[in-house]
């Protein structure tokens, strides 16, 4: 059976179809589709493939082969991109797989891929590994978000692929063989779609959640399906053994009664975080209690009960901020139980086991290896015992698996003919654990193979990272969204550890536009200070000890999660709070024009710089999106400064293209405003003081969406160095924007933003060494990575073998 698009190749204008290379072959695919996609004609190309605004029609080459020419240079478009009409049913599917072809990648960002559904998308990115030859890119539904109103995966209409630019060159590109994968799941993954009204900005919530449990699936090797619970209103397949509710708060009574006669024929239930009752009963349990961590925090993870069950960890990290506690009704255990942030163990059960099913009392964070997936894989093994030697296998054939290769031969060949001694030492460990680990599965001794073939990954890795190259960098930095450090570590350990790792400076998030965690004159200050101290001052003291920079970290105008209600309350009285384009109010996010809120973000920044640091570093200082602010104060602080009344407020704003203009103006002005006068104040009273900024990663769009012209605070040399946050999971695409951003800023600094926490996986120190180096390829002499938390306690231990050991 042929794929769905057969090869759809992507040109710049007159470029020779003969540069791309033959596609890779794929496999028959899982899902048998009745509808095909032939674009054998002009006819068909022009009627089923349209451009958008200002990108290039397509035209039909070969049978099943389409030029879609890239044409960037003297172009203004944001992105080139062509809806595809093609039905789908990817209801049981895992998602799509498709090869992908770039000659050269520098003009693009980033990729994204749209799925037409009913009145909205599905959308979602991929990033290619390298340029100039055919990168395989799997797209799970987990990791699309929804817009819109999706009517669900089963009834797909069209794809919509965009290459989002950062350069002016034209390029060649192709895709082949788009194919649906999976369809024959042992494992389904109920997502609540049903709830994205009614949560609102929060949905995105019911997106992050089912990902990272079908991310750990998918790392495991064990086949899913993920629906909407839209779409579950037949009976669940035969072949499914469990069902995950990953975060649904409220689950449909059609559901419900769809999971009845599943779980009545033998099939169970794993559930994270929220149990509505009708569930709990099908699974003999229910909630007694919402907790948090004893002190304001986390939880650190989940301490096994007795033995577990078989596979399971003696603790697995997880840094949860909330948690439901379950009890069974009848028969039942607990098989894990919290660890406080403190590291000590608690009685609140975390984990509990019916003849149902499980409930995990929080939302699953993640992980992909390490205790997180050994803790995930041992529940799901439990749940449906033949998942073992899937697993078993995939964790074989994992080993090798690193940057671009495939396997031990293709990393063996990726390496130096001669290797470092740290790196042939753990080579040669690999390759004996690798023998053990074939025989005890060749044994179908499943749990001692996975345990073998991670050890054995672990020193392939290592061999990995000692033979990659080193270099000095200016700036090595970490943000630390917490006030307190590391989970379970003070100050004082969190910087020690960060040194000892090979990083030289910390930004630590010490206020917000609602809370500061030090004695504020400006803001409300967070009560966690009368329990645990001033966390500025031992933070200060230990990077001082350990001859760390410290650069104190500010998010500016949204309020932040800690702010008392209070002082939210107060804000949204004195209608100081932003309003949206459809005039729904934003309670937590302050409106930028609004001479009270700027007066207070300048304040509170002058106030950080008070204190005996190496600098300030600017956060959120933009709008939150295009979608605000409207408020009235807005309205008349605008037409002030024009001169004249708007009639259709808000809508000329948009309507109108000279109003357009001096909107965008007037917005970019009310940010820029606060930075000018925070440069002018901070180094009037210390001109050593630097001033930062996190920022976005687009220099020529993030004027007009977010009204962020960092490019030009660089330029009037209002910032020290900035940090784009560029937070993709390509390197290439990383270095691309460096690059680009490189060029916008003059002389300053650019130091960027590596998106550890917000990758696909963010415990690969392997990406993380590879977008290191990417940025030193791009000319930058530092780098910032977000965020030092526990993803980056697991990470640092490795990467300190690498890119930043000190040779």
Same mark, same amino acid.
Request: net charge neutral; charged share 25%.
């Given at each position: 059976?042929?794929?769905?698009?057969?090869?759809?190749?992507?040109?710049?204008?007159?470029?020779?179809?003969?540069?791309?290379?033959?596609? +890779?072959?794929?496999?028959?695919?899982?899902?048998?589709?009745?509808?095909?996609?032939?674009?054998?004609?002009?006819?068909?190309?022009?009627?089923?493939?349209?451009?958008?605004?200002?990108? @290039?029609?397509?035209?039909?080459?070969?049978?099943?082969?389409?030029?879609?020419?890239?044409?960037?240079?003297?172009?203004?478009?944001?992105?080139?991109?062509?809806?595809?009409?093609?039905?789908?049913?990817?209801?049981?599917?895992?998602?799509?797989?498709?090869?992908?072809?770039?000659?050269? #990648?520098?003009?693009?960002?980033?990729?994204?891929?749209?799925?037409?559904?009913?009145?909205?998308? *599905?959308?979602?990115?991929?990033?290619?590994?390298?340029?100039?030859?055919?990168?395989?890119?799997?797209?799970?539904?987990?990791?699309?978000?929804?817009?819109?109103?999706?009517?669900?995966?089963?009834?797909?209409?069209?794809?919509?692929?965009?290459?989002? $630019?950062?350069?002016?060159?034209?390029?060649?590109?192709?895709?082949?063989?788009?194919?649906?994968?999976?369809?024959?799941?042992?494992?389904?993954?109920?997502?609540?779609?049903?709830?994205?009204?009614?949560?609102?900005?929060?949905?995105?919530?019911?997106?992050?959640?089912?990902?990272?449990?079908?991310?750990?699936?998918?790392?495991?090797?064990?086949?899913?399906?993920?629906?909407?619970?839209?779409? #579950?209103?037949?009976?669940?397949?035969?072949?499914?053994?469990?069902?995950?509710?990953?975060?649904?708060?409220?689950? =449909?009574? $059609?559901?419900?009664?769809?999971?009845?006669?599943?779980?009545?024929?033998?099939?169970?239930? #794993?559930?994270?975080?929220?149990?509505?009752?009708?569930?709990?009963?099908?699974?003999?349990?229910?909630?007694?209690?919402?907790?948090?961590?004893?002190?304001?925090?986390?939880?650190?993870?989940?301490?096994?009960?007795?033995?577990?069950?078989?596979?399971?960890?003696?603790?697995?990290?997880?840094?949860?901020?909330?948690?439901?506690?379950?009890?069974?009704?009848?028969?039942?255990?607990?098989?894990?139980?919290?660890?406080?942030?403190?590291?000590?163990?608690?009685?609140?059960?975390?984990?509990?086991?019916?003849?149902?099913?499980?409930?995990?009392?929080?939302?699953? #964070?993640?992980?992909?290896?390490?205790?997180?997936?050994?803790?995930?894989?041992?529940?799901?093994?439990?749940?449906?015992?033949?998942?073992?030697?899937?697993?078993?296998?995939?964790?074989?054939?994992?080993?090798?698996?690193?940057?671009?290769?495939?396997?031990?031969?293709?990393?063996?060949?990726?390496?130096?003919?001669?290797?470092?001694?740290?790196?042939?030492?753990?080579?040669?460990?690999?390759?004996?654990?690798?023998?053990?680990?074939?025989?005890?599965?060749?044994?179908?001794?499943?749990?001692?193979?996975?345990?073998?073939?991670?050890?054995?990954?672990?020193?392939?890795?290592?061999?990995?990272?000692?033979?990659?190259?080193?270099?000095?960098?200016?700036?090595?930095?970490?943000?630390?969204?917490?006030?307190?450090?590391?989970?379970?570590?003070?100050?004082?350990?969190?910087?020690?550890?960060?040194?000892?790792?090979?990083?030289?400076?910390?930004?630590?998030?010490?206020?917000?536009?609602?809370?500061?965690? *030090?004695?504020?004159?400006?803001?409300?200050?967070?009560?966690?200070?009368?329990?645990?101290?001033?966390?500025?001052?031992?933070?200060?003291?230990?990077?001082?000890?350990?001859?760390?920079?410290?650069?104190?970290?500010?998010?500016?105008?949204?309020?932040?999660?800690?702010?008392?209600?209070?002082?939210?309350?107060?804000?949204?009285?004195?209608?100081?709070?932003?309003?949206?384009?459809?005039?729904? %109010?934003?309670?937590?996010?302050?409106?930028?024009?609004?001479?009270?809120?700027?007066?207070?973000?300048?304040?509170?920044?002058?106030?950080?710089?008070?204190?005996?640091?190496?600098?300030?570093?600017?956060?959120?200082?933009?709008?939150?999106?295009?979608?605000?602010?409207?408020?009235?104060?807005?309205?008349?602080?605008?037409?002030?400064?024009?001169?004249? =009344?708007?009639?259709?407020? +808000?809508?000329?704003? %948009?309507?109108?293209?000279?109003?357009?203009?001096?909107?965008?103006?007037?917005?970019?002005?009310?940010?820029?405003?606060?930075?000018?006068?925070?440069?002018?104040?901070?180094?009037?009273?210390?001109?050593?003081?630097?001033?930062?900024?996190?920022?976005?990663?687009?220099?020529?769009?993030?004027?007009?969406? @977010?009204?962020?012209?960092?490019?030009?605070?660089?330029?009037?040399?209002?910032?020290?160095?900035?940090? =784009?946050?560029?937070?993709?999971?390509?390197?290439?695409?990383?270095?691309?924007?460096?690059?680009?951003?490189?060029?916008?800023?003059?002389?300053?600094?650019?130091?960027?933003?590596?998106?550890?926490?917000?990758?696909?996986?963010?415990?690969?120190?392997?990406?993380?060494?590879?977008?290191?180096?990417?940025?030193?390829?791009?000319?930058?002499?530092?780098?910032?990575?977000?965020?030092?938390?526990?993803?980056?306690?697991? @990470?640092?231990?490795?990467?300190?073998?690498?890119?930043?050991?000190?040779?």
């Amino acid at each position: 059976m042929k794929s769905i698009l057969a090869v759809v190749a992507i040109g710049c204008v007159g470029m020779a179809l003969g540069a791309i290379p033959p596609a +890779p072959s794929v496999e028959e695919p899982a899902v048998p589709y009745p509808h095909w996609m032939t674009l054998d004609t002009d006819a068909a190309v022009a009627k089923r493939v349209q451009p958008m605004k200002g990108t @290039v029609p397509a035209r039909f080459l070969a049978p099943g082969v389409l030029e879609l020419p890239v044409h960037f240079t003297d172009n203004p478009v944001e992105r080139a991109n062509w809806d595809v009409q093609v039905p789908l049913d990817l209801q049981v599917a895992e998602g799509i797989q498709f090869d992908f072809y770039c000659e050269d #990648l520098s003009p693009f960002s980033s990729f994204s891929l749209y799925f037409k559904s009913g009145d909205g998308w *599905y959308n979602t990115t991929f990033s290619p590994e390298a340029a100039g030859i055919w990168n395989r890119i799997n797209v799970s539904k987990a990791e699309a978000r929804a817009e819109g109103r999706a009517s669900g995966w089963g009834s797909i209409s069209a794809i919509r692929l965009s290459g989002w $630019r950062c350069g002016t060159n034209d390029t060649v590109c192709a895709i082949a063989n788009l194919t649906p994968v999976g369809g024959h799941p042992k494992v389904l993954v109920v997502r609540a779609e049903s709830m994205a009204d009614r949560m609102g900005a929060e949905a995105s919530a019911l997106w992050q959640y089912a990902g990272t449990v079908c991310s750990t699936f998918s790392a495991l090797g064990v086949e899913y399906g993920q629906v909407s619970d839209l779409e #579950l209103t037949e009976t669940i397949p035969d072949e499914v053994k469990l069902v995950v509710l990953p975060y649904n708060p409220t689950v =449909p009574d $059609r559901v419900v009664e769809v999971l009845k006669p599943f779980v009545a024929r033998g099939g169970r239930l #794993l559930v994270c975080y929220t149990l509505p009752g009708s569930v709990g009963s099908l699974m003999g349990m229910r909630t007694v209690e919402l907790v948090r961590p004893p002190q304001e925090g986390r939880f650190a993870g989940f301490e096994r009960v007795g033995d577990g069950v078989k596979g399971q960890p003696d603790y697995s990290p997880q840094a949860s901020w909330i948690a439901y506690l379950a009890r069974p009704t009848g028969k039942g255990e607990t098989l894990a139980v919290w660890r406080d942030g403190q590291g000590k163990r608690t009685d609140w059960p975390a984990i509990v086991r019916t003849d149902g099913g499980m409930f995990i009392g929080h939302v699953w #964070l993640g992980g992909t290896d390490g205790a997180p997936a050994k803790l995930m894989g041992a529940l799901v093994g439990d749940l449906i015992p033949e998942i073992w030697e899937t697993s078993a296998k995939r964790a074989y054939g994992r080993i090798g698996q690193i940057a671009y290769a495939r396997n031990v031969e293709q990393l063996r060949g990726n390496l130096p003919e001669t290797l470092p001694p740290a790196s042939g030492m753990a080579w040669r460990k690999m390759e004996t654990l690798r023998d053990e680990a074939r025989r005890k599965i060749e044994a179908k001794e499943w749990e001692e193979g996975i345990a073998l073939s991670e050890e054995a990954a672990r020193e392939a890795e290592r061999a990995w990272m000692a033979a990659q190259p080193v270099r000095r960098d200016t700036f090595r930095g970490f943000w630390c969204h917490s006030a307190w450090g590391l989970p379970n570590r003070d100050w004082d350990a969190s910087i020690r550890f960060l040194k000892e790792n090979g990083f030289n400076a910390i930004l630590p998030n010490f206020s917000w536009g609602g809370v500061a965690f *030090y004695p504020s004159e400006h803001l409300p200050v967070s009560p966690s200070l009368e329990k645990r101290g001033n966390p500025v001052e031992a933070c200060l003291a230990a990077c001082r000890k350990y001859g760390v920079k410290c650069h104190i970290w500010k998010v500016c105008w949204n309020l932040g999660g800690y702010a008392p209600q209070a002082f939210v309350d107060r804000m949204a009285e004195e209608k100081r709070t932003a309003v949206r384009f459809n005039g729904q %109010r934003t309670p937590r996010w302050l409106c930028p024009s609004d001479p009270r809120n700027r007066d207070l973000e300048i304040a509170a920044m002058v106030e950080l710089a008070r204190f005996p640091t190496d600098g300030i570093h600017f956060d959120y200082i933009r709008y939150s999106d295009s979608d605000t602010c409207f408020c009235d104060g807005c309205r008349e602080r605008f037409e002030r400064q024009i001169g004249r =009344p708007v009639e259709r407020w +808000p809508q000329d704003v %948009r309507s109108d293209p000279k109003l357009a203009e001096a909107w965008q103006a007037f917005r970019c002005g009310n940010i820029t405003a606060v930075v000018e006068a925070v440069h002018r104040q901070v180094k009037a009273a210390n001109p050593k003081m630097s001033i930062s900024a996190a920022v976005f990663r687009n220099p020529q769009a993030d004027p007009r969406s @977010v009204a962020q012209d960092w490019s030009m605070w660089c330029r009037n040399g209002w910032l020290d160095f900035v940090c =784009p946050m560029d937070y993709v999971d390509s390197p290439h695409l990383f270095r691309n924007a460096v690059i680009m951003q490189r060029q916008a800023v003059g002389r300053v600094p650019v130091y960027p933003g590596i998106g550890l926490s917000c990758w696909k996986n963010p415990d690969d120190a392997v990406n993380l060494a590879l977008q290191i180096q990417a940025a030193r390829s791009a000319g930058a002499e530092g780098f910032t990575v977000f965020n030092f938390d526990g993803h980056a306690e697991r @990470v640092l231990p490795i990467l300190r073998h690498g890119p930043v050991r000190d040779d």
